[in-house]
C-alpha cells in the first residue's frame, strides 16, 4: 500500500527533514511513527499526503508514484488518503454536519450522496445525535471525531493522523485511539504519527521510530520507550 523507498527531504538553507528513509507498510495495517520533537515525523506525514515533496527517493501509494505529484492530481490522491490533525481545522460557523458535508461538497459530490454519507459516518465515530451542534459546543474528543468523519466521508484507503491526540487529556487519547482502531478493522491502512507513548503502548501494533530524521528501529507489536 505505501512504500518510501530511500526518502530524503531537505530544507533551504540545510536542514534536513528525513534522511534515507525506505519503509513498507501492507494494506490494511496500523502503523505508529515516533520520536522525540524534531525528528523528522511530521514530514514525513506530509510527504504521505504530498503537502511535501520529497527532495530525492520515490514515494508510492497503492502502487501509484506520487513523488512528483501534479497539483492537479492531489485532490484525487486526498480522496484516497484522509488526513486528521491535532489542531482539528474544524470550521467554527458550521455545524458537526456541515463541516463533514462541506468535505464532499467541495469534491462536486450530489446533496442525495451527502444525505447518505454523513449520517453514516457520524455514526462511525460516535457522533450520532450531535450533528445540529457546533464546534465550540463540543469537547476536545468530539471535536476530533468530526475531524476523523471528515477524513472518512471518500472511504479512504489510507488514514494518516498527525498527532491526533496532542490536544486530548488521557480519557479522550484512549477514546481516539480505539476508534482508530476500528477503523482500521474495517480494512483501512492506519498511519498514526505522533509522540505519545501511552497511545503507541495500548495499541500493541507495529512501531517505526525516527531519529535524527532516519529510522532506528521497525518492530512489530512494538512499544515507544524514549
Known amino acids: 500500500m505505501i512504500r518510501l523507498k530511500n526518502i530524503t527531504k531537505t530544507y533551504p538553507p540545510n536542514v534536513v527533514g528525513v534522511r534515507g528513509v525506505s519503509l513498507h507498510v501492507p494494506a490494511g495495517e496500523f502503523v505508529s511513527i515516533v520520536g522525540r520533537s524534531g525528528t523528522g515525523k511530521s514530514t514525513l506525514a506530509k510527504l504521505l499526503f504530498a503537502e511535501e515533496r520529497p527532495t530525492s527517493g520515490i514515494i508510492e501509494i497503492g ?8 497539483d492537479r492530481d492531489i485532490p484525487l490522491l486526498r480522496r484516497q488518503i484522509g488526513v486528521v490533525f491535532q489542531d482539528f481545522k474544524l470550521l467554527q460557523k458550521k455545524t458537526v454536519y456541515e463541516n463533514v458535508a462541506f468535505a464532499l461538497q467541495v469534491g462536486g459530490e450530489s446533496p442525495r450522496r451527502i444525505r447518505e454519507v454523513v449520517p453514516k459516518v457520524l455514526d462511525i465515530v460516535g457522533l450520532k445525535g450531535k450533528e445540529a451542534r457546533y464546534p465550540r459546543q463540543l469537547s476536545g474528543g468530539e471535536q476530533q471525531r468530526v475531524a476523523i468523519a471528515r477524513a472518512l466521508v471518500h472511504s479512504p484507503k489510507v488514514l494518516v493522523a498527525d498527532e491526533p491526540t496532542g490536544n486530548l487529556d488521557t480519557l479522550n487519547t484512549r477514546d ?25 503502548n495500548r495499541l500493541k501494533r507495529r512501531v517505526i521510530t525516527l531519529e535524527d530524521g532516519r529510522v532506528s528501529s521497525d518492530i512489530e507489536e512494538g512499544r515507544y520507550k524514549l
Not at 177 to 199: P, Q, S, W, Y
Open 63 to 70: 502502487g501509484w508514484d506520487i513523488t512528483n505529484i501534479n
Open 176 to 200: 481516539i485511539v480505539d476508534l482508530l482502531k476500528r477503523i482500521n478493522e474495517f480494512g483501512t491502512t492506519i498511519c498514526l504519527v505522533t509522540h505519545d507513548r501511552e497511545a503507541v
